[in-house]
Structure formats: C-alpha cells, structure tokens
C-alpha cells in the first residue's frame, strides 16, 4: 500500500506542483490549503506523514503540529518554511515537528527526508523488509553515559534526577551520541544514521538540532556534554 502523505500548502502553485511530484513519486497525497483543513483531514483520515507549510493564514503550520502533538498524534512532521534564521527552524522542531526543508526546495531532497522520516517510523516487519526476516532483538534496557541516562524501549532520558524532554530526532541523536560516547562522530556518519541521507556540507540541519538538544541538556554550572570538533563533527563526554 502506497503511503499517505497529509500536504498543507496555501500557495496553489507550490502546491499542485508538489502534490503531482508526490503522486508520480508513488504516494497517496491529501492536499489542502490551510491548517484548519489540515487538522480536519489528519483527524479524519489519519496519514503516515504530514508535509506542512509554516506561513499560513490562520492557523499555521506551527499550530498545526501543536495542536496533534499535545493530542498525542506522533505522526512524522515535515515542515516547508521560507524562514532560514535559525531561531525560526528552533520553533519548528520545538513545536514537534521532526525535521525541515528551506525555500526555494529541490523536490528531490523532500523526497529524501520523507523516505527518512518514514523509514524511521515503519514497524518491523512493514514495508520492503523481506517476509522471512527474522524479528529483530529488543534493545537493552538501559544505555549510560556522561551522566546520561536514557531507556530505548520508553523513548525517556535522563541527565542525572532530569527528565529530557525531547522529540523523535532529538531522542535519535542523543541515543547515538551516548552509544558512541567519547567517540567523534562525522557529520556524514550522523546524517546517514538519523536521516538516512548524508544533505551535503552546506546543510545546517545537524547543526541547529545539536544546538537544540544541548539547550534541553546542559545545565548551569555544569560541563558541557556535546563537543563541537571543528571539521569533523561532534562527540559526547564530560570535561
């Protein structure tokens, strides 16, 4: 079954262009032009991905990922936005979104991240995995590092007595950093094992969910835990 993908576009242009793109590209697309239909349509027929435009009238695309997220929908959230200051990006993945594409966009890197996105929340057992394939071990109960304390099976972290709230991609990050801790971790390594999809040196992606995350981690008075290795890319440790 083609997956079905919930897209909340105001401008026709972009989106009747993206809507063909989508369906050549073998998905089933909802399109709509503003949030109040986005939310009618994600609570009526529930997709597996929603492609969300940030400036629209009304409610915006903010709101919208708002709005499901506080409902406990954890339906993967791709936001389209014309805003690249990275405090702009910060509200997107603060409002629950899961990650993001700047515009003017190549519709093949929106491609790229839904198939990242959608990888990601596929089920065992569901999708292009052959039928024979044996079911895969259940992680260990608990990883620590550096203070660090998270549980893969609950989706929770800890940093000492604190919980961390953190979202899907957050969680992901921080799972690999503490799974690697001490290790530095390139960029294109990263990219390839949260993403699926190494986005090319230009992209900041990385960088402002890193810049995210140690803002839910630190601490005052606290030593830093993600490293920034310049060149290279980042690694978890305490000094």
Known sequence: MPHTVLLAEDDRAIRHALERALTLEGYRVMAVADGVE????????????????VMMPGIDGLQVCRVLRAEGDRTPVLMLTALVETADRIAGLDAGADDYVVKPFDVEEVFARLRALLRRTSPVGVGSAPAAEAPRPLPERFIEAAGVRMDPQA????????????TRTEFELLELLVRNAGIVLDHSTIYDR?????????SKNLAVYVGYLRRKLDEPDAPQLIHTVRGVGYVLRAD
């Open 194 to 202: 949260i993403w699926g999809y190494d986005f090319g040196p230009g």
């Open 38 to 53: 986005a939310l009618a349509q994600a609570h009526r027929n529930r997709p597996d991905v929603l492609v969300l435009d």
């Open 155 to 166: 989706r929770r972290a800890w940093r000492g007595a604190r919980e961390l709230e953190l």
